[in-house]
């Protein structure tokens, strides 16, 4: 039985390299029905056959892609993610019973000793993803949304993420406006896929405080929307738990790197949401 077709949005800025592999398979798993829209996020060499966006943000890229996209079922891959095979497969039969689906995310072979993992999942069973779900959600490096839905709240925001000054925090600003619509997600493990793990320590440490300006906003539009018990939740999972705790263990157990962290990403919180409160309305 033939499954629907999938349209696929790669944003991408100057990573040459990395979009190479990471359509290379893409293209390995997808099937003839389905959809691969690259969108040039203003980079400095323009992407051949790609989408162009002349203004950066990856944002505002993925909206131009799913907004061109001619299936009902899409799906948002980084530049620097490889989906292994049958994730496509995956995805769509995922998004049959949900409005959008997290697919897992892992690290390459070779790099499953690197200090600092970057947007990699924790949950490792089919889950359903609530309000009243705890933790990071999951990301825009491997997700999977219905049109409609997207079209319901209007997309991302695309104030948010890299390319502005809250440089993140744009997919999960997504998710929590799908979760307020009545939207609930889907965490699908055999939609699987790999992260790069590129990063130097001093682009780590650059990356967290960027994490914690997006966490920031995001907290100020959750107040300002009236999503106090999500606001919450994040307060808890992602600022006490995920920051200041992590960061006290790691100060305890004299690793340096996690203790810089936890720092950087908690000064980054409190220069997003004071810069939020007076710009984000």
């Known amino acids: 039985m033939l499954r629907r077709g999938l349209s696929v949005v790669v944003p991408t800025r100057d990573r040459p390299t990395h979009l190479a592999r990471c359509l290379a398979a893409l293209r390995a798993d997808l099937g003839d029905d389905d959809e691969l829209l690259v969108v040039d996020s203003a980079s400095r060499e323009p992407v051949p056959g790609a989408l162009r966006c002349d203004l950066p943000g990856a944002a505002r890229a993925r909206n131009a892609g799913w907004r061109a996209a001619r299936h009902e079922l899409v799906a948002f891959v980084d530049d620097d993610v490889e989906v292994l095979p049958g994730w496509a497969d995956a995805l769509v039969a995922a998004l049959e019973g949900s409005d959008w689906v997290v697919g897992a995310v892992g690290v390459p072979r070779g790099q499953e000793q690197r200090e600092r993992p970057v947007a990699v999942t924790t949950l490792t ?20 949304v219905r049109r409609a839905a997207l079209v319901d709240v209007g997309g991302f925001d695309e104030r948010l993420g890299p390319g502005t000054w809250t440089r993140a925090a744009e997919d ?83 690793y340096r ?12 919180v409190l220069r997003g949401a004071a810069r939020a409160a007076w710009v984000l309305r």
């Open 172 to 254: 999960l600003d997504l998710l929590d406006r799908l979760l307020a619509a009545g939207q609930d997600g889907w965490f699908a493990p055999d939609a699987a896929a790999v992260h790069d793990q590129w990063r130097s320590r001093r682009q780590l440490v650059g990356l967290d405080h960027g994490y914690g300006i997006g966490l920031g906003a995001r907290l100020v539009l959750l107040a300002r929307r009236g999503q106090g018990g999500r606001a919450r939740t994040v307060l808890r999972d992602a600022v006490w738990s995920g920051t200041v705790l992590t960061g006290l263990r790691d100060l305890r157990a004299r």
């Open 125 to 144: 069973e089919p889950t359903r993803l609530t309000l009243a779900s705890r933790g990071t959600l999951g990301a825009s490096a491997n997700l999977g």
């Open 257 to 268: 790197l996690g203790t810089l962290l936890a720092l950087v990403r908690l000064a980054g």
